[in-house]
T-cell receptor, first 112, second 112 residues
Framework: AQSVTQLGSHVSVSEGALVLLRCNYS??????LFWYVQYPNQGLQLLLK??????LVKGINGFEAEFKKSETSFHLTKPSAHMSDAAEYFC??????????FGTGTSLTVIP | NAGVTQTPKFQVLKTGQSMTLQCAQD?????MSWYRQDPGMGLRLIHY???????DQGEVPNGYNVSRSTTEDFPLRLLSAAPSQTSVYFC???????????FGAGTRLSVL
């Protein structure tokens, strides 16, 4: 069975500071891992995904995530936060790509 | 290319009323799913379909029915609405080769 844990339901950072959103997963098979972003009153859109290959994955808007199998983690980072990054972020895991399991989300606030 | 289209965007129901949330995709994706999003609980899978004529239950199926008569459409039916079904509902379709879920903009449902 697959599951996702996102540590910290709310994260606040200053504009220009490092963004770090934490995600740990549980999977009985090699996982596919995803980060999605949700802006207010919108649906979810894909930030980045890991399937196989390079463990450091780059996504849109300057975000990246690193797959660490030994730590079962897939943390999302961005070197410098921008006001437009304020949103809800969801980590998700999938085994075959048919069923996705989402974390409970992390709300990111960017302080000017 | 419209992607995933959900209608209506907002709906208010009285307890006991029935309604259908519509979902259509124009990407020829085989896999479609319905989620509900509640504060602090992330996205929970209600029902999913791996192709026309095939549906299955997700994590929280009670009170909801689905059917998949065509590849494009995947409606979600509430037979007798209850206040516990007040939520935001998202439909998603999956490009299996890309292993990516595409989401609609959501339907905000209130049951009084």
């Amino acid at each position: 069975a697959q599951s996702v844990t996102q540590l910290g339901s709310h994260v606040s950072v200053s504009e220009g500071a490092l963004v770090l959103l934490r995600c740990n997963y549980s999977s009985s098979v090699p996982p596919y891992l995803f980060w999605y972003v949700q802006y207010p009153n919108q649906g979810l859109q894909l930030l980045l995904k890991y399937t196989t290959g390079a463990t450091l994955v780059k996504g849109i808007n300057g975000f990246e995530a690193e797959f660490k199998k030994s730590e079962t983690s897939f943390h999302l980072t961005k070197p410098s936060a921008h006001m437009s990054d304020a949103a809800e972020y969801f980590c998700a895991v999938s085994d075959t790509g048919n069923q996705f399991y989402f974390g409970t989300g992390t709300s990111l606030t960017v302080i000017p | 290319n419209a992607g995933v289209t959900q209608t209506p965007k907002f709906q208010v129901l009285k307890t006991g009323q029935s309604m259908t949330l519509q979902c259509a995709q124009d990407m020829n994706h085989e896999y479609m799913s319905w989620y509900r999003q509640d504060p602090g609980m992330g996205l929970r899978l209600i029902h999913y379909s791996v192709g026309a004529g095939i549906t299955d239950q997700g994590e929280v199926p009670n009170g909801y029915n689905v059917s998949r008569s065509t590849t494009e459409d995947f409606p979600l039916r509430l037979l007798s609405a209850a206040p516990s079904q007040t939520s935001v509902y998202f439909c998603a379709s999956t490009h299996r080769a890309e292993n990516i879920q595409y989401f609609g903009a959501g339907t905000r449902l209130s049951v009084l």
